[in-house]
């Protein structure tokens, strides 16, 4: 599809700069007679303007962010009035291609009204227009455009505001001022709500270029020279609003990826090191990994010593995405691990962080979670579930889903109670938690990954393989999946392996 894109931009570009060349090279033979004359500097200004526009709708058509799709057809249709107007131009003043100029006035017309509604279109996703003006110009603008282009194509039928003679002579009617009623309303209407904006004056200035300079234009030099000069304006005020508004733009978007690129650092760092994490406990082998869908995710994990006999460990999905997930997140990661520090076990340390949380949660914000605390020299895990997705553990040699007992995630309701799930750990055992986003990856045509292909994937992996090798397996297994289709939702994973307690004479390491 993007090859796509890039040859349709490349074959756009030659074609329309070479129609306009052909023009210009081939032009003086037509204009050879005193009927065409007046229109050769006409057709010279539209000839120009329309390898600009060429050129500028090439540029723009790298870009993105808002509005860039109502721009880019907004300069597509000023170089189909050039292209219009040329075909005019050679075919005013003669009868026998009377009908052709009527269709090329009656689209040059019609191209104009959905150029001032693209225009309309472009200011207000960029400059964000609100309030109840903006509400009404919502609704009266859509309204008016069907109307005047209902008016337009009446001239088919009978000449309603214009005409193309016998002689091939453009004649208006006695009502023709009625196609300037779109223009000038939704004209007034943009400007206003331009001014009325919370926006830089350089850009109010930029987006009010379009209106105010071809009125100038016209004032100055009463259209002796036609429709060109005027779409060469309009063509100015266009560079000018792609100088200001989007560079405007770049530099909003550089200082935020700036700022996130700083909070993505801050997030990471929160995160314990994740190899290796304990290098003087063999007891165990534990790894993780975070992949967020954006620059700063939601999801977090932890594992830490709460002493010398136990290790915690976490895995925790906040409601929602970028920073304020992630600020969330760091705030619930704090507490987690202050309150697993003072003691207690899994149940009481959820309670006591929910109920903090609750306290505290204007935002509406929750987290589901995931705790658990290994009795190292035992083998014994004990865990307590906020809503998290149940984990996979691996205690008869192949991974198997353990539906253990669930609370309501943190935040939800300040009264929650949530339940221990022991788990006994014996050497070689292990167990796998994730976030939602390895189950509900999800490929082009929308299936999810789900649990069952999580557990087929963690045994497909080969025995012996460590914690590192088992998330990278899974994550593999996913990308394989959803092949192109874009990453929706943070993905994070924790493996732990319990290698038993070096106090067991029996405990070795695996071979």
């Known amino acids: 599809m993007i090859k796509k894109l890039k040859d349709i931009r490349l074959y756009g570009l030659i074609f329309t700069i070479a129609s ?3 023009i210009i090279g081939f032009s003086a033979p037509f204009f050879s007679e005193a009927r065409l004359l007046p229109y050769l500097y006409n057709s010279g200004v539209d000839s120009l303007g329309a390898l600009i526009c060429a050129a500028l709708y090439f540029g723009c058509m790298a870009q993105k962010g808002e509005g860039i799709r109502a721009f880019r057809i907004l300069i597509l249709l000023v170089s189909a009035c050039f292209v219009a107007n040329e075909i005019i131009c050679y075919t005013v003043l003669v009868p026998d291609s009377r009908t052709l100029c009527f269709i090329f006035c009656l689209l040059s017309k019609l191209i104009d009204l959905a150029m001032i509604f693209l225009f309309y279109l472009y200011v207000r996703e960029t400059l964000g227009f609100e309030g109840k003006l903006a509400r009404f110009a919502e609704k009266l603008i859509p309204i008016l455009l069907v109307v005047q282009t209902i008016v337009l194509l009446a001239n088919i039928f009978t000449p309603v505001t214009f005409t193309i003679t016998a002689e091939g002579m453009y004649e208006e009617t006695a009502i023709n001022l009625i196609e300037e009623v779109f223009l000038a309303v939704t004209s007034v209407l943009t400007a206003i709500m331009i001014l009325k904006s919370h926006n830089p004056v350089s850009q109010k200035a930029a987006a009010l270029t379009f209106i105010i300079l071809p009125l100038i234009e016209f004032i100055l030099i009463g259209g002796s020279f036609g429709e060109a000069s005027q779409y060469g304006i309009v063509l100015m005020s266009l560079i000018i609003m792609y100088c200001v508004i989007f560079n405007a733009k770049s530099r909003k978007l550089a200082s935020t990826e700036t700022e996130l690129n700083m909070a993505t650092e801050i997030q990471t760092g929160m995160l314990p090191s994740i190899f290796p994490a304990f ?6 082998d534990i790894h993780a990994s975070m992949d967020p869908a954006k620059e700063v995710g939601g999801d977090f994990y ?11 460990m976490v895995i925790a999905d906040v409601s929602g995405k970028g920073v304020p997930a992630a600020l969330f997140m760091m705030s619930s990661k704090i507490l987690i691990n202050d309150h697993a520090l003072m003691g207690g076990s899994p149940a009481e340390i959820l309670e006591r962080v929910n109920k903090q949380v609750c306290a505290n949660n204007d935002a509406h914000m929750f987290v589901t979670v995931w705790l658990g605390i290994l009795e190292i020299s035992t083998g014994k895990l004990t865990t307590a579930s906020a809503g998290h997705e149940y984990p996979i553990i691996n205690t ?4 198997v889903m353990l539906k253990d007992k ?6 939800a309701f300040e009264m929650s109670k949530y339940k221990n799930t022991e788990i006994q750990l014996k050497k070689g055992d292990s167990i796998f938690v994730y976030t939602d986003g390895v189950a509900e990856a999800t490929d082009a045509n929308n299936q999810l990954f789900g649990t069952d292909r999580t557990v087929e994937a963690l045994n497909a992996i080969p025995k012996g393989a460590s914690q590192k090798e088992i998330l990278a397996g899974v994550r593999a297994a996913v990308d394989a999946f959803v092949k192109e ?12 392996k319990y290698n038993g307690s070096p106090d067991d004479a029996t405990a070795e390491e695996d071979p």
Do not use: C
């Open 485 to 496: 289709a874009p990453q929706f939702d943070d993905l994070t994973m924790v493996g732990l």
């Open 396 to 399: 008869t040699g192949k991974y």
């Open 302 to 312: 932890d594992f830490f010593m709460i002493d010398d006999d136990h290790l915690g």
């Open 20 to 22: 306009a060349l052909f």
């Open 406 to 411: 669930h609370g309501l995630a943190i935040g």
């Open 279 to 284: 290098p003087e406990r063999p007891e165990f």
